[in-house]
């Protein structure tokens, strides 16, 4: 039952908001907002540097002009991606750093579930920690299990011991011997 219910929303998940769709529009976002700024400092070089020898040699040949766009565009890009993507990309390290926590057992750790529950991220870290949760159940048994079990194990043996030292003195007569 509630496998189908979660079966369910991840179907209901928006194209939009699937991790896919999201980076393409991060991508497009950070290709728009350079260009923009790119020819915003275009245009604040041409009119502060309208008379430079080197601003018109720029504009003069298409092929300069193109390459410098280029680069500017480049460079505003990349820190763009850089910067944003340290936000875009939060909810991964902080499921990689719980999967850490995980790896050294402990088994309490959960991540904090943002606000896009329904598109993929959001279903892996509700997995994630779902998984968590039946990891620290399943470790309890196994302590309560080896606990018992070497309860369990343990009278037997101090009984069998027991009864060995006793065979070893000697001093038993034959009827309790024979019963040890």
């Not at 497009?28 to 604040?44: C, D, E, K, N, P």
């Not at 009119?47 to 002009?65: C, D, E, G, R």
């Not at 763009?80 to 390290?93: I, R």
């Not at 896009?116 to 990891?135: Q, T, Y």
């Amino acid at each position: 039952m509630k496998r189908s219910a979660k079966m369910k929303n991840e179907r209901r998940v928006r194209l939009w908001r699937t991790l896919r769709w999201r980076l393409m529009l991060f991508v497009l976002g950070i290709i728009l907002v350079s260009g923009l700024l790119t020819a915003l400092v275009h245009l604040f070089l041409a009119t502060v540097f309208a008379k430079s020898p080197l601003m018109l040699a720029i504009t003069v040949n298409p092929y300069v002009f193109t390459l410098v766009l280029l680069g500017v565009c480049t460079v505003i890009g990349t820190a763009l991606a850089v910067f944003l993507g340290k936000y875009y990309l939060l909810p991964l390290k902080r499921l990689s750093l719980a999967t850490r926590e995980v790896k050294k057992g402990n088994f309490k750790v959960q991540v904090k579930q943002e606000n896009h529950a329904m598109s993929e991220m959001g279903i892996l870290v509700s997995d994630f920690n779902d998984m968590v949760r039946e990891l620290d159940s399943i470790e309890l048994f196994r302590n309560d299990f080896i606990n018992n079990f070497s309860h369990e194990f343990k009278t037997p043996i101090v009984s069998i011991r027991g009864f060995a030292r006793e065979l070893e003195r000697g001093e038993l007569n034959e009827a309790t011997r024979a019963e040890y």
